[in-house]
């Protein structure tokens, strides 16, 4: 019998950055403000200056980088540019002698282009002619960075705020950086290769965000959420590609982490043996050469499939009543949540499966450029998921209100129980592209990061993590960190 298998399509209209040259949201679920407190365990919270509800973005009235770029206009995106590598060569000629050998070298000059110039004014960049060129990257071959000023950076300012230009850019100088680490040498994998440069943005990200940046600061909010959102938007959509080298979704947002709490020493570590070891018996790659436009139904069959799934990893004494005629309404002193529902009293999970199906995608923004939305069955079946794990908590005698609390736990036992999919027996059984389905809907809205009334945590980042958590480290972490 041919095991089932949780499908989605990921259709994302993207700009690889860096590949070539260098190696819907709901009424039903609230923002929880008391959520966005500093929290001792949660890794992305760091000490100093770090802050929710700051300012995000360039520093209003300090001077410029003295850097000019060859080729630039002198205009606002090349600033920008310029500032963000000027705040991250001055921190590496600080820090770099910390962790790696050698003397620190800076990279030789910088490269600005307009990739929608006339090719009679096109430049040369890594000895590639940067006509229509929509990139930007780190050149190996003379110690350069280069960028698009006219169609990338501007649409990822626009679209993820202007800290998502620093991650792009402290990304291509970690490229600058790992050769001369000895990190990463000429038959060092890609996928290894930008593993470590996330990892490396991701140190020097902290340093943002602790506030001693001379050009930037970041928020843990709706800047880090930014950061977050470009790196989803950047992955690899077909793990069977072998010319996607960049990591999935979850795989990139999980090196930037890295980096982010544990520094540069974690940077150091990331070879093909750790990250075959982070990746445990997750599914990397498809198996059969239809699996990506294999999805699985959302209708009461497949449901019902899910539900047997739960009851065998997360059995329960007094298992939960499905009913998938509709969400429960009139649930006593609960809010009703949609799509899926779950009602404490009559211990009662409902679904209204036609809403629910419609997360399946087409999702706003999925054909859109260098979009953060990934579209499938997973982003559905999460939630349902999610409303399950309130039932094994009251079970547990564990509170179901509060988003930093219940809401975050829920979202790191869907993560866990996510984990259980990809073994061998399960069935159904989790598809290669399934986990950044899930981190696409829980930064997009956060459905399956809430609590039984709905109310999710304000910032993505958090949920995030909370799902990454129970992913990588399973139900005994989401009990421990989420009391």
């Given at each position: 019998m041919r095991t089932k298998r949780l499908r989605f399509a990921a259709i994302a209209v993207l700009v690889a950055v860096g590949a070539a040259l260098a190696g819907c949201g709901s009424s039903q679920t609230t923002s929880s403000e008391n959520a966005t407190a500093i929290d001792p365990n949660n890794p992305w919270m760091v000490a100093g200056a770090a802050t929710s509800t700051g300012p995000s973005g360039p520093r209003r009235g300090v001077p410029d980088a003295p850097l000019t770029a060859e080729n630039g206009d002198g205009g606002a995106v090349d600033r920008l540019a310029l500032n963000a590598i000027g705040d991250i060569e001055e921190y590496w000629k600080t820090e770099y002698a910390k962790t790696f050998p050698g003397t620190f070298k800076p990279v030789n000059k910088y490269i600005s282009w307009d990739a929608r110039a006339p090719k009679e004014q096109s430049v040369k960049f890594c000895k590639a002619d940067t006509y229509k060129l929509v990139n930007a990257a780190y050149c190996g071959l003379d110690h350069t960075i280069g960028w698009d000023r006219r169609v990338l950076l501007p649409l990822l300012e626009d679209k993820y705020g202007p800290m998502a230009v620093v991650m792009v850019l402290a990304h291509e100088y970690g490229h600058a950086i790992q050769g001369q680490a000895k990190i990463a040498g000429f038959f060092t994998g890609a996928l290894v290769k930008e593993q470590q440069a996330d990892c490396l943005a991701g140190v020097f990200l902290r340093h943002v965000a602790e506030g001693d940046a001379a050009h930037f600061t970041m928020n843990m909010t709706d800047g880090l959420d930014g950061v977050l959102g470009a790196t989803i938007?950047?992955?690899?959509?077909?793990?069977?590609?072998?010319?996607?080298?960049?990591?999935?979704?979850?795989?990139?947002?999980?090196?930037?982490?890295?980096?982010?709490?544990?520094g540069a020493e974690a940077c150091k570590r990331i070879d093909k043996k750790e990250i075959k070891q982070r990746r445990g018996d997750l599914p990397v790659t498809f198996e059969v050469d239809d699996e990506e436009s294999q999805q699985l139904p959302v209708d009461q069959a497949s449901l019902t499939s899910v539900s047997q799934a739960l009851a065998k990893n997360f059995p329960l004494a007094a298992a939960p009543k499905f009913d998938y005629s509709g969400v429960v309404r009139n649930c006593s002193k609960v809010t009703t949540t949609e799509p899926v529902s779950y009602c404490p009293s009559t211990n009662t999970i409902g679904t209204d499966i036609p809403e629910l199906a419609e997360r399946v995608g087409p999702l706003d923004g999925d054909d859109e450029p260098l979009s953060a939305v990934v579209q499938g069955d997973y982003n559905a079946f999460v939630v349902f998921v999610s409303r399950y794990m309130l039932a094994v908590q009251q079970e547990r005698k564990l509170s179901l209100t509060g988003a930093e609390t219940a809401g975050l736990r829920t979202a790191c036992l869907s993560g866990a129980f996510t984990t259980k999919l990809s073994e061998p027996a399960s069935d159904p059984r989790l598809s290669a592209n399934d986990l950044d389905e899930a981190v696409s809907g829980l930064l997009a809205d956060g459905l399956a990061a809430a609590d039984v009334d709905g109310k999710v945590v304000k910032s993505g980042y958090q949920r995030l993590e909370a799902?990454?958590?129970?992913?990588?480290?399973?139900?005994?972490?989401?009990?421990?960190?989420?009391?």
């Open positions: 938007a950047v992955r690899d959509t077909d793990p069977s590609d072998p010319d996607n080298v960049h990591g999935s979704a979850f795989e990139r947002v999980t090196a930037v982490q890295l980096g982010y709490t544990e799902f990454r958590t129970g992913v990588l480290d399973g139900e005994q972490a989401c009990m421990t960190k989420f009391k």
